[in-house]
């Protein structure tokens, strides 16, 4: 939606939220499901309702919890029966500056201020051991802006006993923490109150009327920022999750032509095939969604990202072939075909061969030239089908002597199968890294 694509009119969108969100919901898009629970230490309901529009402008349609006011602690440590019946995706842990227990003042000696920071750090933590081990979700976690007044002047930032050293020192020790913490995300809120403007973005009327801790105009702002950090958690596997119903599909059209070939091997090559095809689909996605420069925020290396979508191309090819191989001799010995155990194993490892060979061209060429532009990749499975086709019209397994004599020695060639598997995709994969180490994401 052209009004929710930054920059954006936040008092705009801030007086039209509701018409934009019947927009949004009416347009048929199909969305991700998502639970998102929000523990504020202030008034969250304009910030929940503006996150919304923009996760659904993103593609997801999500439900909310709100803890109740200034409860953000209690619920992410002891949880309720409400937040336990909500089973939350993602936690999002809306503090700021006044929800700090201690504040140094310039009678504070540097035990005091030092206690004081090591209990505010260890109040957050527990929080995040809480949602851990009751939801086992990823948590977004907000810094802490500066304050808006320095009662000590330009040493405020220098002296211990400044709250904007304090704070400065707060935020430092909270990043050296969520480091170590791979399933805590930061909202960078001391950056985005700095870029909008500290004095604007603290302006305490909105406190004292209605106990927000930021500029109601400015919602819009940080709620795009949290709308962002959810939409790049979206892994491979959520990613694809709305077109599950298009993948399965796939999967059954080759049962109908293992019906009218009445060929297993013909019937599984049609099934890596299509799969193949779909292997594309993270790609086009967040090609389409800007997720690749969003992924740029997580804490894993380029190797790790490619390692992850191989691992998941990996996967959805076993789990295709190695439901042919069990559904489609089920039809054919139902039609009357009879389909040795030899020959479905050498089908099985005949059709991850085939499939490997497919997705070690594709993905390189798919990380080099993207989705859109490298389209021409996804069409190497329909080839590499015709030339299998055209080969099996050319020889007849059933007759042919070295076939017959393969059938023997299955174990021989299922570890010659995976050795060239494993080859074949460590090339593949070390192109692909290489490829995306010379990118910028």
């Not at 949004?24 to 230490?41: E, I, S």
């Not at 989705?371 to 059933?398: A, D, H, Q, T, W």
């Not at 004599?405 to 074949?424: D, E, R």
């Amino acid at each position: 939606m052209k009004e929710l694509e930054y920059p954006f009119d936040n008092g705009f969108i801030m007086k039209k939220k509701r018409s934009l969100k019947r927009q949004l919901l009416g347009d048929g898009a199909v969305r991700l499901k998502k639970r998102v629970a929000v523990l504020g230490g202030s008034t969250t309901d304009d910030i929940v309702s503006v996150l919304e529009l923009f996760l659904l402008d993103m593609g997801f349609e999500c439900e909310f919890y709100q803890s109740e006011y200034g409860q953000f602690w209690q619920d992410a440590v002891f949880s309720n029966e409400e937040l336990d019946r909500f089973k939350p995706d993602i936690v999002y842990i809306h503090t700021s500056l006044r929800n700090l227990s201690f504040s140094p003042t310039p009678r504070s000696g540097e035990e005091e201020i030092e206690q004081g920071l090591n209990a505010e750090l260890d109040r957050l933590s527990q929080a995040w051991d809480g949602v851990k081990e009751h939801f086992g979700c990823p948590v977004i976690q907000n810094n802490f802006e500066l304050p808006f007044f320095r009662l000590m002047g330009n040493m405020d930032a220098s002296d211990r006993r400044g709250k904007v050293n304090f704070v400065t020192r707060l935020n430092s020790a909270l990043y050296d923490r969520i480091s170590q913490r791979p399933e805590v995300y930061l909202n960078d809120i001391n950056w985005l109150s700095a870029a909008y403007g500290l004095e604007k973005w603290s302006e305490p009327k909105y406190w004292y009327l209605y106990k927000y801790a930021l500029n109601i105009e400015a919602i819009p702002e940080l709620a795009f920022q949290v709308a962002n950090i959810i939409k790049a958690m979206t892994l491979d596997f959520d990613l694809v999750q709305v077109y599950v119903k298009a993948i399965c599909f796939t999967l059954l059209i080759p049962v109908v032509f293992a019906i009218i070939n009445r060929s297993l091997m013909t019937s599984v090559s049609f099934a890596t095939c299509f799969i193949a095809m779909a292997s594309g689909y993270t790609f086009s996605i967040s090609e389409k969604n800007g997720m690749e420069s969003l992924y740029g925020i997580f804490p894993i290396t380029k190797k790790e990202f490619v390692l992850g979508r191989y691992l998941y191309t990996i996967i959805m090819g076993g789990i295709a072939v190695l439901f042919s191989c069990i559904v489609h001799p089920i039809v054919l010995f139902i039609l009357g075909d009879k389909v040795t155990w030899q020959q479905i194993i050498f089908t099985f490892l005949y059709g991850i061969l085939l499939y490997s060979i497919y997705t070690v061209f594709q993905l390189p060429g798919y990380y080099k030239y993207g989705s859109i532009n490298g389209r021409m990749f996804m069409y190497i499975p329909i080839i590499g089908f015709l030339l299998v086709l055209f080969g099996m019209e050319k020889v007849n397994l059933s007759k042919n002597g070295f076939a017959i004599s393969i059938f023997s020695n299955l174990g021989i060639l299922a570890a010659v199968i995976t050795f060239g598997i494993i080859l074949i995709y460590t090339v593949s994969i070390c192109i692909s890294i290489r490829i995306m180490k010379n990118k910028e994401i």
